[in-house]
């Protein structure tokens, strides 16, 4: 038998000792027919043979299974008979001083083993107690704080519906308005041949672009579930509505698709989506980048949105506690099983990883801290 059979077997003996499975009778009849059989070998061994080293199992059993006062009273009832057991094996002369004597040490003996075991047991089943308490409470926190995080995704919509649709039906209404107002503006200046007809003209063609992207974003905001089948088209559209907003500042942002990205859960698939879309607000607004590239790819494991850009790169110092869209897309990618990374390239820029694993693919540690790699 090697090394790691004895460890394993007597793992699961010390196991079965600690925490039985035997019932109470059960255990006191299986105590005592050890007792009983040690005390047949001890009277054939006779007075000079002691084993006593042997009772000491019995009684081990007697505190792990039946508690103190029942280890007691059987180290009791194994000095008793091993001492008749040698009063009767020694004839009809009387036993020697020594031997109450010894019969007395043996007794304290078992008394001492019985407190240490007691009191080893005792630690063994508190630490137990305390770490069913702790796994208890890390498992109730753990659901208390992804209902926190299910909460904040749904509050996190309901505003965002909230603008999208004070976007759409007030300032694009307005937008509109104030653009066929001027429209009209530029018309009697036109027929009044006024020289400031070209300028207003101007200011119509920047209010109806002002309009068209207050439409855009509030279609944005106003998403609801994608379907699975959808989510490359959306993302195609995603970029070009960045390009076309960010036509002012020279931002390029191109969609590339890859592999078997097919997602089949409608929820899953829009958080991908807001995933992209924060990722690209980032990279607009506070990288201040003008090269955007979006890439979903898929192999035989998992499928993974990739947003890379040249602008600024991220800051590690403050990236992981303060940023709150990051936060927001780490949060979104814990909430589908996904996990989120964000790193600066090597060639300057940022680089936003989401993998999410295929269901028969290896399941991903999941955490909704924000992963930053310098």
Known sequence: ????????????????????????????FT??????????????????I????????????????????????????????????????YGEQMLPHWYF??????????LIVIWMLDAFLSLQRQLEQRVKDRTAALIESGRVRRQLEDELLAVATRERNAIGHELHDEICQHLVGTALAAQVL??????????????????????????????????????????????EQKLSDLADDTRQLGATDGIICVFKQSGDTFIH?????????????????????????????????????????????????VDTAVANPSGMGLRVMANRAAFIGATFVIKNRNDGGTEILCRLPKPHGAGAAVDSTVAVAA
């Open 101 to 110: 004597w010894n019969a007395l040490t043996s007794l304290v003996v078992f």
């Open 1 to 28: 038998m090697t090394t790691e059979a004895v460890k394993s077997l007597s793992d699961k003996i010390a196991r079965a000792t600690l925490s039985p499975t035997l019932s109470p009778t059960a255990a006191a």
């Open 31 to 48: 105590v005592a027919l050890a007792v009983a059989t040690i005390a047949v070998v001890d009277y054939a061994t006779g007075i000079h």
């Open 265 to 313: 859960d409608p929820g899953i698939a829009t958080q991908i989506l807001r995933i992209a879309q924060e990722a690209l607000r980032n990279a607009s607004k506070h990288a201040r980048a003008t090269n955007i590239e979006i890439c979903l790819s898929g192999d035989e494991t998992a499928i993974t949105l990739t947003v890379t850009d040249d602008g600024c790169g």
């Open 186 to 231: 530029v018309k009697k200046l036109a027929e009044e041949k006024n020289p400031l007809a070209p300028k207003a003209s101007a200011i119509v063609s920047l209010v109806e672009e002002g309009a068209n992207k207050a439409r855009q974003l509030a279609h944005g905001l106003l998403l609801t579930e994608v379907e699975p089948s959808s989510l």
């Open 50 to 89: 002691s084993l006593l080293f042997f009772y000491l199992l019995p009684v081990a059993f007697s505190v792990a299974w039946l508690g103190k006062r029942m280890a007691v009273i059987v180290a009791i009832a194994i000095i008793l008979i091993r001492v008749t057991g040698d009063w009767i094996g």
